[in-house]
Structures are given as structure tokens and as C-alpha cells.
């Protein structure tokens, strides 16, 4: 038989497969599990990753997740008086963010959903700019840090072809620069981040998408979301690398989320890393989560909380101090109460402002009804 | 000077905005080595290469959302949504995120993105294959809704479209991409957006039209004309922003105004002509304004699409109807 039947016999083969052959397994699926150290701080693994021992990159990681939930209770209490609009919170979830912050470097542009703020406070946002969005002033959009970053994402996993397309920009263009995508366990539902998935395998696109799954999509829990084992093995089926990792557990992030940005940027590909951990807020402030989830269930949680973890870890290790904890606390303090101030003293927006940034330049058949603003505040 | 096809126009257009700017990219289902199911991007591939000329997935929001990621990295998408009945999955990224990312944003990111989409009935196509919804996008704010009429309009307004720094959906009337040839020059010169052009001079009645009813529109101001009734006749071409101008000033020398469109009559865009026409031109009108439109039906199958779009006779009838009430 020369070589030109071989193959003719092979294309054959498959034909004839359907009637001839039995059933038989033709491809093979896995998804890894990690974590590094457990909720005691304790490691649970024999070879740490490097950064298990770098005092200043866990310091740094540290202090991201402290000042995010800080943060976070500011703007809550900003919000139950009256000072803030609904305000999205990131209870638990700090850790992800601090991880994919820590790793992206200045060229790199995140897609948050709505609760990367570690992620967006360590890529330069402000924490001000975060207020004036929930504050109701788009200003807070227009990041002066990281100018090309995506704003605050809200149609849930509608970030996700936006990202391919930045992806496939940065691909087009020969740069080594990554594009990172969060989403929360709800979007893994959704068309768009199947779209999305699917062109980032089909392309080799330098994307990382990263799931934060706190187990609640407003009142629906992950059991009722998906009957799929884990959100990462829907990566699979766009043929590209799925895992699961801790999203409590900051060491383990960062080294996985290192080794996937990595892959990403040598031009490897795509990877899809899903974050276990909990939502131990309210959806929003908005929400009220005691409707629907019981308390026994949220305390349970709060034990492999990401931040109490670190800093057992850390404690353990020597590397912080009650002394270090406290001057952490008063520094935050400072900085969230100046940006607090900065917030609350922003300028207030010019209501014709709302025409001024829709087009480049403003289209004549909207100049009347631009004035006609104007000339409503003018009579106040 | 060739004489082109609204179809070859498009497509002269694209090579030439490729050929002037390395930041334009095509992408679409079967863009590539297909030339697209209409033929609007052959060749372009072959010229540009795999990487500008993109073959994307069965997506139509990952379309239209990577234009937006595209555009925001200084890229200038042109999208090619193959037909307008499948642009519905595709509608949350443009109206949530293109029209609006430059204003949330304050001018942070911006969204210079065409997306082109074959509109409108009468090619005896499947279901979902003759849709005129442009009023679905003529609503949205930060859009601009831009359709040619014409081979010479398609290659100008498509340059205009892609070089605006604004997202643009560019409707392309299918019914007439090979009805007439026309001289177009391929130099690379752009035609005004956001303008009404005037096809037609006349002084006894205005005919605002757009896309492939501005044939049965001109063909009824030639029969109109015969018996001595003078009708200018608009391209309004830009349907998001209006030039109303445009139209106030023929309906301040005609006095009587009607509005052709393919699309349903409730809440299309001759609805908000006829509004304004009422708030602003309500002087000069001698009787009120008459809409000869598709009617408020779903778009029927080809055995009846005959009877659902505006024909000659329909125009004719109003505008005599619009006469005879002065």
C-alpha cells in the first residue's frame, strides 16, 4: 500500500467507523485543582511557588486586600447615608483582584465586571474615580491611571468579545501585551462568554479569562446556575485550558494567574481560570441577601476568607507583625478618607455635559437640545 | 471613470480605505476567501492578508463586541453583519457598549466601528433575511445610522463612515446592490454625513426617502411629473443624526411633505420626521404629512413582499392624496 491509499483508507475509516467499530472514547478531559495554602495558612503542598516565599510581593498582595476591604465598608456605609448611589461590593472576593493586579503589567488592559477593585486600585484607578461611578458621574469612568483599561462592566459577561477584540489587536500588532478578563460565575451562562471563549481558542488569542465564582448570581446559587461539575471545564469545549484554583488563597492565584498571563503573552494562548470563593456580601446595596441565603451558610464561609488567611500565612512565616497591621490600617484610612473628600468635593457636572462626550463632535441636530439645558440651569 | 454597481462601490470603497489606512480590518462570516455571501469584500483577503480580512466564528455579538475592543486599541473595524435579521444578537454590545463607550468613558475610549449590514426585502429571500428595522438603531443615542442610495453615495458615505471617529451602522439596501450601474471615481473622496441629499428639484410636494425606495420614489416623481406635478426628492441618507433642515426648507417652498420607507410605520423613522415636521414646519404645510411605509405587519415571506412594500402606485396615491387636501 503506497502512501496515497493510506490516507484515502484513513478518510474511509472514519466513514465506516460509525457502523463497524463499537463505541469508543475519542478524546480525554481533565481539570486541576490549586491551592496553596489552606484557611489556617497552613501550605498544602510540598514544592511552594516562589512568590510563597517573597516577604515583599505577599506584603504587597496584602495590603491590596486590606485597603480593597477598607474600601469596601467605606463605600457602604457612604452609601447607607445617602452619599453614594448602589454601590457593588467585593466582600471576600479581594483576593482576585489583587492577584490579577499584582501581574498585569502597564500595557496590559483589564475587563473588570464590578468587583475588581483590588485589581483596578493597583492598575492605577483611583479610588475617588471608583466613588464618582457609583457616585452617578461618568467622570469616574475616565481613569487618569490606566488610560486603556475597560470601564466598570455591568450587561454581565458582555466584556468578553470586547476583550477578544483587544486580544486580537494586540495579536494583529506583534506587542506582547495581555488582556484580562473577569467575569462572575453568572456569566459563564451567558452567549456572550461563550462567543467569547470559543474565538479566543479559535484564534491562540493572548487573553486570560478569569472567573470569579462567589458562588451567588444575586439569588441564584452555583448549584441552580450550571449542572456542570466546575466553570472551568467550559473552556474545554473551545479547546483551550480550563482550572480551578482557590480564589481565596492569593499565593495560589498569583502563581496560576503568573503562568496563564505568561502562556498569554509569549503567544501560547488563552487560558480560563475559575476562582472558588464566596460572596460574602449583598449582591449590592441594593440587595438583601438574607431572602434567600441563610446565615449559617455565610458564617460557615467566613473561615476561608482570603484576608485572615494571608495573614496567618505571613505571621507564620515571620513576615508581619501587629506593628506592621496597624500602620497598614492608619495609612489606608488616610488614603481612602482623602479620597473620600476628593469625592465628595468633585465638581459637579454641567447638565449639558451629558451631550458633550456622545460624539466626537456634536451633531447639529442636537445643539438645540444641548442649549436648551443650558438655558434650564441658567434660571435656577 | 468606471461605471460600478452599489455593490462594487462598497467594495471599491473597502479596498480603498484598506489601501489608505493599515488600521482598517474587515471581519465577518465568510469575509475572506468567500468574499462575503453578497461578494462586498472579494478580494480583499488576497490583498490585505488573513489577519486584516477576518474570518470570524458563527458570532454576531462577538462581531460586534471585538469591533469595540478593536476600535478602542486604535483599530477601525469594519464589521460585515451578513444579514440585518442577524444583527439582533449583536444589538446588547451596540447599543450597552459601542454607542456609549466614548461618553462613559468622557472621551476615555472611543468607538470608530462600522458595522455593515445587507437591509431590506425584495430579493425573494428566506425568513429573517428581509428585515428593515433601522429605526431599532436610529433610536439610540451616540449611533449613527447611514444609508446610500445610490453607487456613487456607497463608496463616499462608506469612506465617511469609516473615517468617523464614531461607531456607524451602515446599512447597505440589497434589493438594489446590482440595479444600476453609475460613474464612480476612485479617488478616495469622502461624502458629508449627518446631510440629506437632494436627488430632485421640485416645488409642489417633497418626497423624503432613503436605501432602495428612493427608486420607486424618483420613479414616482418622473410619473408625477408627467402631469405636471413637480416633486423634489430627499435622500435623507443620514437617518441618525436627522438634517431636518434639509427637509423643513423643501417643505417651506412645497408645502406638502410625504415620507417613503420600507420599514413598519409605527415608530419608524418617518414618524420623527413627520413630529418635527409638525413642531417646526407646521406653517408651512398645506396639508397634513402622509407616510407610505410597510405596514405594522411582520415582514411576510417572498410570495407576499410584493404587497407589503411601498410601490409606485402607493407614492403616487399619497401625494395626490396630500394635493388634493390643500
Not at chain 2, 163 to 177: G, M, N, Q, S, T
Not at chain 2, 273 to 285: D, K, P, R, V, Y
Amino acid at each position: 500500500m503506497n502512501k496515497q491509499s493510506k490516507v484515502l483508507v484513513g478518510k474511509q475509516h472514519n466513514v465506516v467507523s460509525r457502523t463497524q467499530e463499537a463505541p469508543h472514547s475519542v478524546a480525554h478531559f481533565d481539570i486541576q485543582y490549586h491551592q496553596v495554602i489552606d484557611y489556617e495558612g497552613k501550605p498544602v503542598v510540598d514544592l511552594l511557588p516562589k512568590i510563597a516565599k517573597d516577604r515583599d510581593l505577599l506584603i504587597k498582595l496584602y495590603q491590596a486586600m486590606f485597603k480593597t476591604r477598607l474600601f469596601d465598608k467605606k463605600a457602604i456605609s457612604l452609601q447607607r447615608r445617602g452619599q453614594l448611589g448602589t454601590y457593588a461590593s467585593a466582600l471576600g472576593q479581594e483576593a482576585i483582584g489583587a492577584a490579577i493586579g499584582s501581574l498585569m503589567k502597564d500595557e496590559d488592559v483589564l475587563f473588570p465586571a464590578y468587583r475588581e477593585y483590588a485589581a483596578q486600585f493597583l492598575q492605577g484607578v483611583k479610588m475617588s474615580e471608583i466613588l464618582l461611578y457609583w457616585g452617578g458621574n461618568e467622570q469616574g469612568m475616565n481613569f487618569q491611571g490606566p488610560r486603556r483599561d475597560f470601564p466598570i462592566c455591568v450587561p454581565i459577561a458582555s466584556q468578553a468579545p470586547q476583550a477578544i477584540g483587544v486580544a486580537y489587536a494586540i495579536q494583529l500588532r506583534g506587542e506582547k501585551r495581555v488582556a484580562v478578563c473577569v467575569l462572575g460565575d453568572g456569566a459563564t451562562s451567558k452567549g456572550d462568554f461563550y462567543e467569547a471563549l470559543n474565538a479566543a481558542g479559535a484564534w491562540t488569542l493572548p487573553v486570560v479569562f478569569i472567573i470569579n465564582n462567589n458562588r451567588w448570581a444575586i439569588s441564584l446559587p452555583l448549584s441552580k446556575q450550571t449542572h456542570a461539575q466546575t466553570l472551568a471545564q467550559k473552556a474545554i469545549a473551545a479547546g483551550i485550558t480550563g482550572e480551578q484554583v482557590d480564589g481565596n488563597d492569593v499565593i495560589a492565584l498569583y502563581a496560576r494567574i503568573e503562568q496563564a498571563m505568561g502562556k498569554a503573552r509569549s503567544g501560547a494562548g488563552p487560558t480560563v481560570i475559575e476562582a472558588l470563593t464566596y460572596r460574602l456580601c449583598d449582591h449590592t446595596t441594593a440587595d438583601d441577601a438574607s431572602r434567600y441565603r441563610s446565615e449559617q451558610e455565610l458564617q460557615a464561609y467566613w473561615r476561608y476568607e482570603p484576608i485572615k488567611r494571608l495573614h496567618l500565612y505571613m505571621t507564620q512565616k515571620a513576615y508581619w507583625s501587629e506593628q506592621d497591621e496597624q500602620k497598614l490600617q492608619a495609612r489606608c484610612q488616610d488614603e481612602i478618607d482623602s479620597a473620600v473628600q476628593e469625592y465628595l468635593h468633585a465638581p459637579a457636572q454641567a447638565p449639558e455635559s451629558m451631550f458633550d462626550y456622545l460624539y466626537a463632535t456634536l451633531p447639529q441636530s442636537l445643539v438645540q437640545q444641548r442649549a436648551s439645558v443650558m438655558r434650564k440651569e441658567s434660571k435656577k | 471613470m468606471t461605471e460600478v454597481t452599489l455593490l462594487d462601490a462598497v467594495n471599491m470603497g473597502l479596498h480603498s480605505e484598506m489601501s489608505a489606512d493599515p488600521n482598517v480590518v474587515v471581519i465577518g462570516e465568510d469575509v475572506g476567501l468567500n468574499g462575503g455571501v453578497f461578494r462586498a469584500t472579494e478580494g480583499l483577503q488576497k490583498k490585505f492578508g488573513v489577519q486584516r480580512v477576518i474570518d470570524t466564528p458563527l458570532s454576531e455579538s462577538l462581531i460586534a463586541g471585538m469591533s469595540i475592543g478593536m476600535a478602542a486599541e486604535g483599530l477601525k473595524p469594519v464589521a460585515e453583519i451578513q444579514f440585518m435579521g442577524f444583527i439582533y444578537s449583536a444589538i446588547d454590545q451596540i447599543i450597552s457598549h459601542a454607542s456609549r463607550l466614548r461618553n462613559r468613558t468622557r472621551g476615555r475610549l472611543s468607538c470608530p466601528l462600522v458595522l455593515r449590514a445587507p437591509f431590506g426585502g425584495g430579493i425573494h429571500a428566506p425568513e429573517h433575511h428581509s428585515e428593515s428595522t433601522e429605526a431599532l438603531f436610529a433610536h439610540i443615542p451616540g449611533l449613527r445610522v447611514v444609508i446610500p442610495s445610490s453607487p456613487g453615495r456607497a463608496y463616499g458615505l462608506l469612506l465617511a463612515s469609516i473615517r468617523d471617529p464614531d461607531p456607524v451602522i451602515f446599512l447597505e439596501p440589497k434589493r438594489i446592490y446590482r440595479l444600476v450601474k453609475q460613474a464612480v471615481e476612485d479617488k478616495g473622496e469622502a461624502l458629508p454625513l449627518d446631510v440629506c441629499f437632494i436627488l430632485r428639484e421640485g416645488g409642489d410636494v417633497t418626497l423624503v426617502s432613503w436605501g432602495a425606495m428612493i427608486h420607486e420614489t424618483l420613479a414616482a416623481a418622473e410619473q408625477l411629473s408627467l402631469s405636471g406635478i413637480n416633486a423634489e426628492v430627499i435622500d435623507v441618507a443620514t437617518i441618525k443624526p436627522l438634517d431636518m433642515n434639509t427637509i423643513l426648507e423643501s417643505v417651506a417652498k412645497t408645502g406638502h411633505c410625504v415620507i417613503i420607507h420600507e420599514a413598519a410605520r409605527t415608530c419608524g423613522v418617518g414618524a420623527e420626521i413627520a413630529a418635527q415636521l409638525a413642531e417646526q414646519g407646521l406653517m408651512s404645510l398645506f396639508a397634513p404629512v402622509e407616510r407610505v411605509t410597510g405596514y405594522d405587519t411582520v415582514m411576510p415571506l417572498f410570495n407576499l413582499e410584493q404587497d407589503y412594500m411601498p410601490s409606485i402606485e402607493r407614492i403616487i396615491a399619497a401625494v395626490n392624496s396630500t394635493l388634493e387636501e390643500a
